[in-house]
């Protein structure tokens, strides 16, 4: 099984304080020296607006083709659910730059909380599984309803991949177990404050949480369970602020590592200092 370990988004401004991974660093150099420390990426960006050819040819460039990247559907598709033939187009075809690269990862449908189990949900996944055949498709289902073994049976049949995720104790989401699907497998880490999930003001009040020592041994005795069903694992952090991320992502490479589960990491290129996080 080959995991893949990085981070939702890269451009985190917060990471340029003082000791994290920015300092010093100019904005447009942020990938650059992301991917020296990390060999893949969830882009957020596409949920706000998708990119063009351009944009992706300068993330293949920027990060030296090291680092893969997995694309997060515009909220056209998951929160809208009114996409159009155009926006089906632009996000099938602006991504070709990373294909071309092999730096590819699976398309991630981020679904809301709002997006329950109903017959007319499950009818409009089930037409996004086929406009998106063909290509690797992540999907992500806060809602308790869809998690059901026979919603990850249906999952598999159509050759769609279960989202496992962390999430606070909040009740009413999904249980933060690895379910596998396809051969692909996909973890995102939300991080476990309660206390803001519900009410928090952004996304950055949301994943202010720094995973301890003993919740990331966790999450590597649930991986090294799976490792013989999967020949891909992407595991995300989306715990970035204040560079939570930073501190976890070494906490679960050597938990995996102790449980004989290979975790790479990638090596800084010629001329490059490769910082320390």
């Keep these: 099984m080959r995991v893949w370990i990085g981070c939702g988004g890269y451009t985190n401004d917060d990471w340029a304080a003082p000791g994290l991974l920015y300092e010093g660093v100019k904005k447009d150099a942020y990938l650059e020296t992301y991917s020296q420390h990390f060999d893949a990426a969830e882009l957020n960006s596409s949920f706000y607006a998708i990119p063009g050819l351009k944009a992706f040819e300068g993330m293949v460039r920027k990060s030296g083709g090291r680092t893969r990247f997995t694309v997060k559907l515009n909220k056209v598709f998951t929160h809208d659910r009114a996409p159009s033939d155009a926006d089906f187009d632009r996000m099938l075809q602006s991504p070709q730059p990373l294909r071309d690269a092999g730096v590819m990862g699976p398309y991630l449908a981020q679904f809301p909380y709002s997006f329950h189990r109903t017959a007319d949900n499950r009818k409009y996944l089930l037409g996004l599984a086929e406009r998106f055949a063909g290509h690797e498709l992540a ?70 949480y720094l995973y301890s020592r003993a919740e990331m041994n966790e999450w590597a005795e649930k991986i090294a369970l799976v490792e013989g069903d999967l020949s891909e694992l992407y595991v995300f952090f989306q715990n970035t602020t204040r560079g939570h991320a930073l501190k976890n992502i070494p906490m679960l490479r050597e938990a995996l590592r102790a449980r004989g589960v290979p975790v790479k990491t990638p090596e800084p290129g010629e001329g490059e200092e490769g910082r320390l996080l």
């Design 139 to 208: 999907v992500e289902l806060r809602h308790a309803s869809w998690d059901q073994p026979e919603v990850r049976e249906g999952m598999a049949e159509y050759g769609l991949i279960w989202v496992s995720p962390d999430y606070p104790p909040v009740g009413g989401m999904p249980e933060p177990q690895v379910h596998v699907t396809t051969d692909v497998g996909y973890l995102r880490l939300h991080g476990r404050n309660k206390g803001s999930w519900w009410e928090g003001q952004s996304a950055a009040e949301r994943h202010d």
